[in-house]
């Protein structure tokens, strides 16, 4: 993933100080990045948005309230080329759900390691959608009952999915299962007593033989075709 030196704007809102100067600290490692502005509020977010217009604005969901999320499209209508990605503490799936409606086109969690922290921001830079895969399976049931109400024929809670055996190995379609629950390639792996490089490898296969352009992408891809369905009860993705 290249990307020439310092060309990615970005306009820092996080309301705790030292948490705010770590994250600068870490992108400003990366020589693709350019932390023009920072703030604490969401106030802050709209008056430097104006005045900058970013290509990317890191905005800390927790220095604005849950009835301010609208600012988010308030942003998008200030400057609409800037992409907003979301930063949180928790994988809150009301939060994710609206921030995604309003216009945020990535989502991360403050819990996740730097080197994932600046692919994701390049990730939305390159105008690809980035969610943590924590919150990746409450987008997926989102989808998952949007497409329920949508179709003229209603899926059936009990309709059995479609086994695309002729597209995957056996193998291959119990990972997409799992993936569809939210699983990360770690717990996968140890459902299915396999090791992780050969998760990794089911994954590039399944992504490869359904066209589809990451893990979130071939899930839906799976919903629309049958092939898998999602529960009303899971399990969360994140305690195993």
Request: charge should be positive; aromatic fraction near 8%; charged fraction near 25%.
């Amino acid at each position: 993933m290249h990307l020439s030196k310092r060309t990615i704007s970005i306009v820092l809102i996080e309301k705790h100080t030292l948490f705010r100067q770590s994250i600068r600290k870490i992108l400003e490692l990366d020589a693709a990045f350019n932390v023009i502005a920072e703030g604490e509020t969401r106030q802050d977010a709209l008056q430097l948005v104006k005045k900058y217009r970013p290509n990317i604005i890191l905005l800390d969901i927790n220095s604005i309230k849950a009835n301010e999320l609208i600012d988010i499209k308030t942003i998008k209508k200030i400057a609409p080329e800037t992409k907003i990605v979301i930063l949180s503490s928790q994988d809150d799936d009301n939060h994710m759900i609206v921030a995604l409606k309003m216009g945020a086109t990535g989502y991360v969690l403050k819990e996740m390691n730097s080197e994932t922290f600046i692919t994701a921001i390049k990730a939305v830079q390159l105008g690809r959608y980035w969610f943590h895969p924590h919150v990746t399976h409450l987008l997926i049931k989102e989808y998952y009952y949007l497409i329920r109400e949508t179709f003229s024929t209603p899926i059936n809670d009990d309709q059995k999915p479609i086994k695309p055996l002729d597209l995957f190995t056996t193998r291959e379609y119990d990972a997409l299962k799992l993936l569809a629950r939210g699983y990360s390639n770690k717990v996968i792996a140890e459902k299915l007593a396999i090791t992780s490089y050969t998760v990794s490898s089911h994954v590039r296969n399944i992504l490869k033989k359904s066209r589809a352009n990451d893990r979130t992408h071939a899930v839906v891809k799976a919903i629309e075709n049958g092939w898998v369905t999602i529960e009303r009860k899971t399990e969360s993705a994140g305690s195993d």
